[in-house]
């Protein structure tokens, strides 16, 4: 999608992603866990492969906003905490990072990130009804993210992604975007989990 002819840099990388969030909206991992027979055995393995993926980008989100001076802060929005306590609960270990991630070097390519996991926190509000409805006593503090002030953060994101993301950087943004849901997409595909705690 060519940025001179999108309205706003929300709907370019939306135009941009379409695509990928798609496959990954037919991905059997993540389509589980709207499903009646979840198990607490899949619903794990989801939280797992999510905790690898989490732990190899969010670590570059905080160092790249420590040595910048873009004015936002991503601490009170970690969801590595989130992720570990509720494995903890299901008697899961977290496991290494993901290895193949695109590297975070650019204000564009940060937004683009950020675009990515807070628009999969505000996806998370239909997964948590779901889980809550359908299987009541599964951990959910990660889908849960964050609660009734969820729709506001989303909003506080995209005046601060408009404000700090020129035009001419919107191509990068969608480039990044797009590679960050490819290495997501592969790790759900490529991977295996189920690691217990106390297991090597």
């Not at 193949?100 to 239909?126: F, H």
Request: glycine fraction near 6%; charged fraction near 25%.
């Amino acid at each position: 999608m060519n940025e001179n002819f999108a309205e706003s840099l929300h709907s370019f990388l939306k135009e941009r992603t379409r695509d990928s969030h798609r496959r990954l909206d037919r991905n059997g991992m993540l389509r589980s866990l709207l499903d009646t027979e979840l198990t607490e055995s899949v619903y794990g393995d989801v939280l797992q492969a999510m905790f690898a993926f989490y732990a190899a980008i969010e670590p570059q989100i905080l160092a790249y906003l420590e040595q910048s001076a873009l004015p936002f802060d991503y601490r009170e929005r970690v969801k590595l905490p989130l992720l570990a306590n509720d494995l903890l609960r299901l008697g899961r270990k977290s496991i290494p990072p993901v290895e193949t991630m695109p590297d975070l070097e650019q204000d564009a390519e940060l937004i683009a990130a950020l675009y990515v996991l807070e628009g999969a926190t505000l996806g998370g509000q239909m997964i948590v009804k779901s889980l809550t409805s359908k299987h009541a006593g599964l951990p959910v503090e990660f889908y849960t993210g964050y609660g009734t002030f969820t729709q506001q953060r989303w909003r506080d994101f995209w005046l601060f992604a408009e404000a700090y993301c020129p035009q001419s950087d919107w191509c990068v943004a969608g480039d990044y975007a797009v590679s960050l849901f490819t290495a997501l997409e592969n790790h759900l595909c490529g991977e295996r989990f189920g690691v217990q705690v106390g297991e090597s």
